[in-house]
């Protein structure tokens, strides 16, 4: 996720560069959403079926689980392309706009409880 506007004073040339960045990064990324999507229907209807197939659910998470892997590949691409447009101090601020926006573990497991799916920043 981008800063508000005007947070990072991007220049125009910027703005293009990283709207286009958006742009190819919502391209790629929306087929693998969309099968993401139909693997939860295909996990759920496994699931609620009257005599689940351990190993087909099984298959069905892992194929999930490797979807999600593909698209926090490519978003860290993308990200790491929308770095390369910033200046130092962009980047600086950039780089304290996400860490405050970064999950914090906590709450009945402690702070040193399990991850949440942590979000890839771009």
Do not use: C, M
């Amino acid at each position: 996720f981008l800063p508000p506007p005007g947070y990072l004073d991007l220049t125009d040339e910027q703005k293009t560069a990283a709207e286009a960045l958006r742009e190819q990064a919502r391209t790629e990324l929306e087929p693998l959403h969309e099968q993401i999507r139909t693997l939860h229907e295909q996990l759920r209807t496994a699931v609620e079926s009257t005599n689940p197939d351990a190993t087909a659910i099984g298959q069905l998470v892992i194929s999930i689980h490797n979807q999600r892997v593909q698209i926090r590949t490519l978003l860290e691409g993308y990200g790491q392309r929308f770095a390369a447009l910033l200046t130092p101090e962009q980047l600086t601020k950039w780089e304290n706009f996400k860490e405050l926006r970064r999950p914090r573990r906590g709450g009945p497991d402690g702070p040193w409880g399990p991850p949440g799916d942590e979000e890839i920043d771009i």
